[in-house]
């Protein structure tokens, strides 16, 4: 299962996902970030609100980065550290429709939408995946135009359900482009970015399992980061009940 105690890591070119992990280990022994962990997306209905509320929070000012064609999107970069980035997403109204992340509209605190692990072999996973019954896109190209005129390309897969952005998509930056992180301003430092509850293992640790939703209990992502002058802020995702998997025969409803 997705818990708060450790990670399962895997190398962008093995068939497997960088998920967090079911086993036992203790808490102190598990990292703190995923890894391969390439950015986090957080939402909020207006940039430059967004931008504001992000200076005040980490004593640095998000840059532009640019608008997402036929999404209705546009973003703001601040550097994470460690080759990743915060990429704060909102509505492009130079756009005819909200297409991409909906909910970013109706939010009202900056909240962790999405989230993404690099992955050399979109292809391979998309597959691997699959097989095991995890419902995913084929991977698809994606693009942006900087304000200095260049187009950065990648291709992502994503899952069908990815729990309202508490689960990972997976991208692959094409390597005419540089990565976001290079330039992206700030030097904040992300210290921890773990689930609180339990989120379901993708794909499921064996055949014969379906999910169970646990009683009473629910689950969000939570990133700590350092600001400037090491000033600790954090962010979280929207809440989604907690699951495991239990054998299909199991009576536990």
């Known amino acids: 299962m997705l818990t708060r105690r450790?990670?399962?890591?895997?190398?962008?070119?093995?068939?497997?996902a960088s998920f967090l992990s079911g086993s036992r280990a203790s808490?102190?022994?598990?990292p703190a970030i995923p890894p391969d962990l390439d950015h986090?997306?957080?939402g909020f209905p207006n940039l430059e609100d967004g931008i504001d509320r992000l200076f005040h929070?980490?004593?640095?000012?998000?840059?532009?980065?640019?608008?997402?064609?036929?999404?209705?999107?546009?973003?703001?970069?601040?550097?994470?550290?460690?080759?990743?980035?915060?990429?704060?997403?909102?509505?492009?109204?130079?756009q005819p429709a909200l297409l991409w992340h909906k909910e970013i509209a109706t939010l009202t605190e900056l909240t962790i939408v999405g989230w993404a692990i690099r992955h050399a072999e979109l292809d391979k996973l998309a597959s691997w995946l699959k097989e095991r019954g995890v419902s995913c896109s084929d991977p698809t190209p994606g693009s942006r135009v900087r304000p200095d005129g260049q187009t950065l390309n990648w291709r992502k897969l994503t899952l069908v359900d990815d729990l309202k952005g508490n689960l990972p998509f997976?991208?692959?930056?094409?390597?005419?482009?540089?990565?976001?992180?290079?330039?992206?301003?700030?030097?904040?430092l992300l210290q921890e970015f773990r689930p609180t509850d339990t989120l379901p293992e993708i794909p499921p640790p064996q055949d014969g399992?379906?999910?169970h939703i646990i009683p009473g209990k629910q689950a969000q992502l939570q990133a700590k980061i350092a600001g400037r002058n090491g000033a600790i802020f954090q962010l979280s995702s929207i809440p989604v009940?907690?699951?495991?998997?239990?054998?299909?025969?199991?009576?536990?409803?």
């Not at 450790?6 to 497997?16: I, M, R």
């Not at 808490?27 to 598990?30: H, I, V």
């Not at 999107?73 to 990429?87: D, F, K, P």
């Not at 997976?170 to 904040?188: E, L, N, Q, R, T």
């Open 27 to 30: 808490a102190d022994d598990a």
């Open 241 to 253: 009940p907690a699951e495991n998997w239990v054998p299909k025969e199991s009576s536990i409803l």
């Open 170 to 188: 997976f991208i692959d930056w094409d390597s005419a482009s540089p990565h976001p992180s290079s330039d992206a301003p700030g030097s904040c």
């Open 209 to 211: 399992m379906r999910l």
């Open 40 to 42: 986090i997306i957080v």
């Open 6 to 16: 450790t990670f399962l890591g895997a190398s962008s070119g093995a068939l497997a």
């Open 57 to 94: 929070l980490s004593g640095y000012r998000a840059a532009v980065g640019g608008s997402h064609p036929n999404r209705g999107t546009r973003n703001a970069l601040l550097n994470l550290g460690n080759n990743s980035y915060l990429e704060l997403l909102a509505p492009d109204l130079a």
